[in-house]
């Protein structure tokens, strides 16, 4: 599929005299409140108020956030519906519709006003933390997990690399190593601890060796991101584990860092700057995709499989790396890529950004299916018999889906995963 | 009598718990080795005779110990103690025990062990070994002075080794009990819905083995024969098999209690998170790889629905 | 309505846990507040919220990091926090209750929640012997707690579901098994703030006692674990005998 996807062009003029005023540069402003009887805006002004919603009011109700809100394919959500509802009387901080959104920013993308539910939701969150409103129990736990051992999954901080055990190559850790490294590979907490997520880390610590990449890692001196988490409400959290993340990396020299994870990729690149860490900073495709040529002679084995690839949010429209992943998948002997038809700017999420990761029993109960469920479906029904992923939260969340929705034959398995395969064969 | 090991034993609906004739058996074997004569202490009101095999049974008889009541039982046990200082008292580390063992240590100045598992003698000394730290160490600890107060976990030793004849002797309270603080209200079983499984002792899990909702009443009819709460991994609440206050696993319920039987779970991470810690875990698949394997104490790969028929023949 | 819910500072269960000589190797592990002290916590706030008090935080500092535990407190409601310092991990049972009980003592408590047990509680529970100081009556297992004028209802859980009501005269000394509302939770920037700004105040204690819970210790050793399950094999009919001998020896069944 050749087809080009372009991102929405802003309908507004840059340049306008109205009356006599300039508001050129301002042509996001709305003109005049829309009246609605019955109904006084406090609601909005109580979100719009917030530091970093004021986006919020932008809304004027055009709707194209909805028609690609995924989480409204499986249910009744969307910026233009939460607006609505604040209009009419609803309190998002309140209310269950505060938890739901993933922070895809598949609505930003395509919306003419630019209301930004990124900065929305955290913000709408942190309140709502803050106020002692209702939290669901998972994401707490998550929360409380992070805060006391350093990953979400609540796993002992002096395991963090005992995953390298598994790895069959030698994995430095920086502090041993004590020299500078070209690469600083952050492993990330998922690839650490969870046994599905840590098959990609062992794949991708034989793949750099295999490249004969100067890596190291941070080992037990890591702490997750927290940038999920931030997104989810815990602003003190990131800014907790931000102050340590960034004290350890500039501890040590290193060119550049490698992330597993897109989500970390928009922490340390994106969000990290505004603290004044401002160094090198990419996901293992971008990074791989600069070695294809050395990487296509050791894939010696064939992977017969058609293969559709699932791209991550936050490594697609977050960061905009769509074409490094295909080329690492395409660069394998015996795949055959197919292409959903929601790709690229258009992916549909997995459901696992914005808290959704431990959000599970919650969404659940306000959607008619799981997103990462219609995801499995939707890949299913390509013909392929792999679903490759890119983003260490989502090789359990599709695995779990393709067995809940009857699509067994569908695999799914990280690029790393598979790339290791065509180098070392079946394993 | 001194030279005497006390048993304080325990009851519920007139019947004697299962750790109460645990004790008796062990203090039995100990008083054998030790020279003393085991009591079995009976707080209660109207109780039938019993059948304890220790030398004698003290039946403490009055209508305000009907119901357990831990400043009642508490008072009574002291005095009992201080009139007729036995060498040991044996509590059952249960929701009775847990009120009295460590209050009547500080009461008498003597020394109390917790979470015991073993009771041993070693050059004429007791010995106690504790399951502590969750389980994660065995400590073996000796009490000084010559009164020592142990509270026992149930299923350590046998139960037949505890029954038998008794001689059995009937007792007012040999201390007042007006003026208690604490006083029992009523019981409360809880509704199906209601109930909070992370308190439960015992839980049948199912998984999605299962296959169908009709196929439920199987296991639920085993946990009520074990005394069970049934609960179940994520898929089947998402069926709406089983209501959502039943999920264990990172998006349900955690749950450590001390039977953990997980019937047709994979024993997916997300899964495990939830019940991991549970003290003991047997796990039934007709999947060999399945990794709930890895986790459990003790499996079978056999037919669900086979060993559940089985196993309410057997109960 | 003045609440104290002393909270335990223990060795954490999620990590190994070495051991040297005939104890813990206390210097290789990490400390955590006991768990059930949250539900503790939870359930003073909850009572506090609905008829009015204030509920003061109390605990043993055995290795120097308590404060984090107390900040969490006072970030979830609690109105005070108070610490006394023992800089010895070994410490037992018994000496804690004692100096709490002694800290206590002058503080004109209604109502004093502790755990119902922590796993590092060989010499038996703080709670018991707590009341046991105080002279305070005590019930522990306990799943709500109600306050109305100088009466407290509690729920008590025993085995397999059934559970009972009693009406405490207060003071009373209560071991809360679970609140009756899950712990709330408390944001880390709150923790945070509660840490810069708030002092906790720091309480003496009288002289330790050596071995205060008369206990020798002769010899501590992990529990040997196997790492994968121990199969059953046969016919349905066999194995299901073999697990059902195997629960009845454990007074499973």
Known sequence: MAVKFEKTKSIEIEHAVIDGVDISGRWSRMFEQRV??????????????LPNAESFAYCYQCAKCVGVCPVDIVGDYGPRKLYKHAQTGADLTTSPDLWLCTTCSNCLRVCPKEVNMVKIMPSAREQAILNGNFVPKELQYAFENTARTGNPLGQPQRKRDAWIQSAGVSVPIIKDLARPVDVLWYVGSYPSYHPRSMEAATAAA??????????????????????????????????????????????????????????ELNAFKNIYSKCGFDRPVLHYTTFLARYLDQLKPLLKHEVNIKVTYHDPCYLGRHNGEYEAPRKLLKAIPGVELVEMGRNRENGYCCGGGGGGMWLDS??????????????????????????????????????????ATGNEHLGVLDILELLDRSMRGEQ | MAGNIFVITEHLDGKFSDVSFEMVGKAKELASIMGMQVVAVVLGSGLAANGFASDETLFVDDVRLGQFNPEAYGRVVEA???????????FGWTAAGMDLAAWLSVRLGKPCVAYVKGLSVESGALVASSQIYGGKLIADVAPEGDLAIVALLAGSFPVEAGQGSTLAIRIAAPVSLEGLKIQFVESVRPSADDIDVTVQEKLVSVGRGIGGKENLELA????????????????????????????????????????????????????????????????????????????AHYGAIVDLFDLVEAMLELI | MNIIVAIKHIPSTADDLPVKGNNLDFDSVDFVMNEFDEQSIEQAVLIKEAVGGTVTVVGIDLIGELDGALYLALAKGADKALKI?????????????????????????????????????????????????????????????????????????????????????LPSVIGVQASSKPPRYAPVSKVRQIAQ?????????????????????????????????????????????????????????
């Open chain 3, 85 to 169: 310092s023992a800089d010895d991990p070994s410490v037992d049972s018994h000496q804690q209750a004692k100096w709490l009980a002694e800290a206590i003592q002058g503080l004109s408590s209604d109502l004093i929640f502790t755990s119902v047990q922590a796993s590092n509680d060989l010499d038996g529970q703080i709670g018991p012997m707590l009341a046991a100081y105080l002279d305070m009556p005590y019930i522990g297992g306990v799943s709500s707690v109600e306050v109305s004028g100088n009466t407290a209802t509690v729920n008590k859980e025993f085995a397999g579901g059934v559970g009972a009501k009693y009406a405490l005269s």
């Open chain 1, 362 to 403: 919650f969404s659940a109960a306000h959607v008619k299916m799981r997103l990462s469920e219609k995801r499995a479906m939707e890949a299913a029904s390509t013909g392929a018999n792999v679903m490759a992923v890119a983003c260490p939260f989502e090789v359990s969340r599709f695995e779990d889906a393709v067995k």
């Open chain 1, 36 to 49: 609605i009887f019955e109904y006084t805006p406090e609601l909005i002004e109580k979100i719009t108020d």
């Open chain 1, 206 to 263: 034989r793949i750099f060796t295999a490249l004969g990449i100067d890596f190291a890692v941070l080992g037990k001196e890591e702490k997750d991101d927290a940038d999920t988490q931030r997104l989810a409400g815990e602003k003190g959290l990131f800014e907790m584990m931000s102050e340590h993340n960034i004290q350890t990396f500039n501890k040590y020299e290193w060119k550049e860092m490698v992330v597993t994870g897109p989500h």
């Open chain 2, 220 to 295: 639920e009819d085993l946990a009520k024969a074990l005394g069970a709460v049934l609960t179940a991994s994520r898929p089947v609440i998402d069926a709406r098999w089983l209501p959502t206050s039943r999920q264990v696993g990172k998006s349900g319920r955690k749950v450590m209690p001390k039977l953990y039987l997980a019937l047709g779970i994979s024993g997916a991470p997300e899964h495990l998170e939830g019940m991991k810690n549970s003290e003991l875990i047997i796990a039934i698949n007709t999947d060999k790889k399945a990794p709930i394997f890895n986790y």
């Open chain 2, 80 to 90: 009992l103690v201080k009139e007729k200082s036995p060498r040991l008292v044996m």
């Open chain 3, 197 to 253: 700004t708030v002092k906790i105040e720091e309480l003496a204690h009288s002289a330790q006692v050596e071995n205060s819970a008369g206990l020798i210790f002769k010899k501590m050793a992990p529990l040997i674990m196997t790492g994968r399950a121990e199969m059953f094999t046969g016919s349905p009919r066999e194995v299901a005998t073999k697990i059902v001998d195997l629960l009845k020896s454990k007074g499973l069944a």
